[in-house]
């Protein structure tokens, strides 16, 4: 086998229609857009969602609810994920540098602890907010709680 006598399968390439070739190709005359309407100018462009007239779906769905500009979106992280992190890197001090260095939250993330799972070893934990429970634990074990 040498790289000049390599061709693809049999029948796995295909000619592309070539379009707008004259009367002879079969694909002359209208170029397969049909007659009239805006479709078959040259320049037709459709604007995103519409729907030839008819109520656009975002127009016909009903609204409701309400979004806050203001809301803060916190990244949750449970005692058990710290635990875990304490125990596998020897950490005694859990702060934003430490959870984007071990994949935990990115730069950008408000860092919430919650009290899901078991805390055994002590730790001084910095974050953004706390849950009631997580403080609680974190106190229990003689850590200290920071926040940002």
């Given at each position: ?22 009367t002879g ?99 001084d934990v ?15 074990n ?7």
């Open positions: 086998m040498k790289l000049h006598t390599l061709k693809p399968a049999e029948g796995s390439t295909k000619n592309r229609k070539r379009i707008g070739r004259g190709s079969g694909r002359g005359g209208t170029s397969t857009r049909g007659h009239k309407g805006a479709k078959s100018r040259s320049g037709y462009k459709s604007k995103a969602g519409f729907e030839g007239g008819q109520m656009p779906l975002q127009r016909r769905v009903p609204k409701f609810g309400f979004k806050s500009l203001n809301k803060v979106e916190f990244k949750p992280v449970n005692l058990d994920t710290l635990q875990a992190l304490s125990e596998e890197y020897n950490l005694e001090t859990i702060d934003m540098t430490a959870l984007i260095a071990h994949g935990v939250a990115s730069k950008n993330d408000k860092i919430k602890i919650l009290g899901g799972g078991e805390l055994k070893a002590k730790l910095t974050a953004h907010q706390f849950s009631a429970s997580a403080t609680a634990a974190i106190e229990k003689g850590g200290s709680v920071n926040k940002i």
